[in-house]
T-cell receptor, first 113, second 114 residues
Framework: SQQGEEDPQALSIQEGENATMNCSYK?????LQWYRQNSGRGLVHLIL?????REKHSGRLRVTLDTSKKSSSLLITASRAADTASYFC?????????????FGQGTILTVHP | NAGVTQTPKFQVLKTGQSMTLQCAQD?????MSWYRQDPGMGLRLIHY???????DQGEVPNGYNVSRSTTEDFPLRLLSAAPSQTSVYFC?????????????FGEGSRLTVL
């Protein structure tokens, strides 16, 4: 079963706009990660946020984590056409899920020039 | 560095045939894993390994075998291919022994079973 569920499934914006993607999960986690996948390619790690962190930044990326709501968001500011990709959240539940990073279904982001 | 290398990139099999997807990493990572990606299903964990000689099942292990004789290599074997195994397969490795850190992915192996 999927641990993380992304919302929306697809997002279409203009260059320069901000893009926000959300991820909800079901069980407690040790950390949550975001990955990007360009069409036909492997996934690339973007950012990792630990369960005791609330916000993290990396360049134009901002990730928030609300463990009370079991949700996370990824904000891409001043988007570019090159940001067009699928974005996935992945959770590490730890405990008996040791070694089992679980991915959501992803958000397809299209940025129009 | 090459990172994570998967071969072959494309493969067509007939139902009942067997084959091995190869995965090699040159980063000295202890943790390696195999995922399959299907439309609308995201990535699902097939098998993983936290070190040479140690493997365990993920979410969808049926029909697949793995072994880890070296740190570098983690092959995935399809025993008797079925159309339901048509998918894109990704190998990933991590410096984290628990697999809970950043994953480095290969470019994928696209398998079609007729």
């Amino acid at each position: 079963s999927q641990q993380g569920e992304e919302d929306p499934q697809a997002l279409s914006i203009q260059e320069g706009e901000n893009a926000t993607m959300n991820c909800s999960y079901k069980t407690s986690i040790n950390n949550l990660q975001w990955y990007r996948q360009n069409s036909g390619r492997g996934l690339v790690h973007l950012i990792l946020i630990r369960s005791n962190e609330r916000e993290k930044h990396s360049g134009r990326l901002r990730v928030t984590l609300d463990t009370s709501k079991k949700s996370s968001s990824l904000l891409i500011t001043a988007s570019r056409a090159a940001d067009t990709a699928s974005y996935f959240c992945a959770t590490d539940a730890g405990g008996t899920s040791y070694g089992k990073l679980t991915f959501g279904q992803g958000t397809i982001l299209t940025v129009h020039p | 560095n090459a990172g994570v290398t998967q071969t072959p990139k494309f493969q067509v099999l007939k139902t009942g045939q067997s084959m091995t997807l190869q995965c090699a990493q040159d980063m000295n990572h202890e943790y390696m894993s195999w995922y399959r990606q299907d439309p609308g299903m995201g990535l699902r964990l097939i098998h993983y390994s936290v070190g040479a000689g140690i493997t365990d099942q993920g979410e969808v292990p049926n029909g697949y075998n793995v072994s880890r004789s070296t740190t570098e290599d983690f092959p995935l074997r399809l025993l008797s291919a079925a159309p339901s195994q048509t998918s894109v397969y990704f190998c990933a490795s991590s410096y984290s022994g628990t697999g809970a850190g950043e994953l480095f992915f290969g470019e994928g192996s696209r398998l079609t079973v007729l």
